[in-house]
């Protein structure tokens, strides 16, 4: 098992930038494509899918609602993940998790939960106006 940090939420006005991180630990994730999410609490609503990238880090793939906006990216030599986020508009506003998937690379099912199976605590990103 890989355990999961997250870091780097913060509270930011609409149109400023942040930069998630993810760093693994417990065992090298190197080879496992890897994910963000993101849960706006209060609502009853489920986590919703972010970003993915493969393992090597050649192939990513977008939600809709951030696409142009946010760049997941990894550095394996140093066991993280990121999450660029600019344009940050106030719906970008919840709590992002990383997870690390059974996979290396992005199967067409990347956005379902159920194939990852590590996953963080998560860091609140908070976007106000």
């Known amino acids: 098992q890989v355990q999961l940090v997250e870091s780097g939420g913060g509270l930011v006005q609409a149109g400023d930038s942040l930069r998630l991180s993810c760093t693994a630990s417990g065992r090298a994730f190197t080879t496992d494509a890897m994910g963000w999410f993101r849960q706006v609490t209060g609502t009853g609503k489920e986590r919703d899918f972010v970003?993915?990238?493969?393992?090597?880090?050649?192939?990513?793939r977008y939600a809709d609602s951030v696409k142009g906006r946010f760049t997941i990216s990894r550095d394996n030599a140093k066991n993280t993940v990121y999450l660029q986020m600019n344009s940050l508009k106030l719906e970008d506003t919840a709590i992002y998790y990383c997870?690390?998937?059974?996979?290396?690379?992005?199967?067409?099912?990347?956005?379902?939960?159920?194939?990852?199976?590590?996953w963080g605590q998560g860091t609140q990103v908070i976007v106000s106006s």
């Open positions: 997870a690390a998937s059974k996979f290396s690379t992005i199967i067409p099912q990347f956005m379902d939960q159920s194939l990852y199976h590590s």
């Open positions: 970003a993915t990238i493969n393992w090597t880090g050649s192939t990513t």
